[in-house]
């Protein structure tokens, strides 16, 4: 029973390409997040949506695109891909702020990028 | 700039000695205090949170202590084993709203 999960695990691309990235959690969360971690394992938080609206954009390039078709899912599209996108993609979720009062994050298994 | 300093980078302990990590917090709004802790190829998993009304928690060989007034907050690892080898981030958020602010992040290994 994963909570979150991201597919795929591992993808292994050429520059200028375009891929996606997908996320879904099974916790009824009606808010979801995109995270990049550098290889110095600092997490950046890119996006977030809430009951499918987008109310976090952070200065991501916008070759980056979430889009978010339901409340159980928050994929990630990139073009034109660069040698500097190479990195671990996480997806989180947590309880809508109006839901509760816990700010636990759950964070899927991850999406580990390489631009060659 | 930086809202949630984490130090040490990296930590080397021996089985069976304490580790602690310490953070600081820039922003006086922070009411939540969460540690996430990952291991190789997996996700950051909550280990224990704190509330600034609350001065110590503790959960097993983990314990968090916080100071409100010095906006500074210590995990400490007891009796540390080499399955404690991971990343530990520690964290903070407002109630409320929509975003954790992380620190950079602690790497510890435990040596057998």
């Known amino acids: 029973d994963t909570a979150v999960s991201q597919t795929p695990k591992y993808l292994v691309t050429q520059m200028g390409n375009d891929k996606s990235i997908k996320c879904e959690q099974n916790?009824?969360?009606?808010?979801m997040y995109w995270y990049k971690q550098d290889s110095k394992k600092f997490l950046k938080i890119m996006f977030s949506?809430?009951?499918?609206?987008?109310?976090i954009n952070e200065t991501v390039p916008n070759r980056f695109s979430p889009k978010s078709p339901d409340k159980a899912h928050l994929n990630l599209h990139i073009n034109s891909l660069e040698l500097g996108d190479s990195a671990v993609y996480f997806c989180a979720s947590k309880v809508s702020p109006e839901r509760g009062d816990t700010d636990t994050q759950y964070f899927g298994p991850g999406t580990r990028l390489t631009v060659l | 700039q930086q809202q949630v300093k984490q130090s040490p980078q990296s930590l080397i302990v021996q089985k069976g000695g304490i580790s602690i990590i310490n953070c600081a917090y820039e922003n006086t709004a922070f009411d939540y205090f969460p540690w996430y802790q990952q291991f190789p190829g997996k996700g950051p998993a909550l280990l224990i949170a704190?509330?600034?009304?609350?001065s110590e928690k503790k959960e097993g060989r983990f314990t968090i202590s916080f100071n409100k007034s010095a906006k500074q907050s210590s995990l400490h690892i007891m009796d540390s084993q080499p399955g404690d080898s991971a990343t530990y981030f520690c964290?903070?958020?407002?109630?409320?709203?929509?975003?954790?602010?992380f620190g950079a992040g602690t790497r510890l290994f435990v040596k057998a």
């Open positions: 949506y809430n009951n499918k609206e987008l109310i």
């Open positions: 916790l009824g969360h009606d808010t």
């Open positions: 704190i509330r600034p009304d609350v």
């Open positions: 964290a903070a958020s407002i109630t409320g709203g929509f975003k954790t602010i």
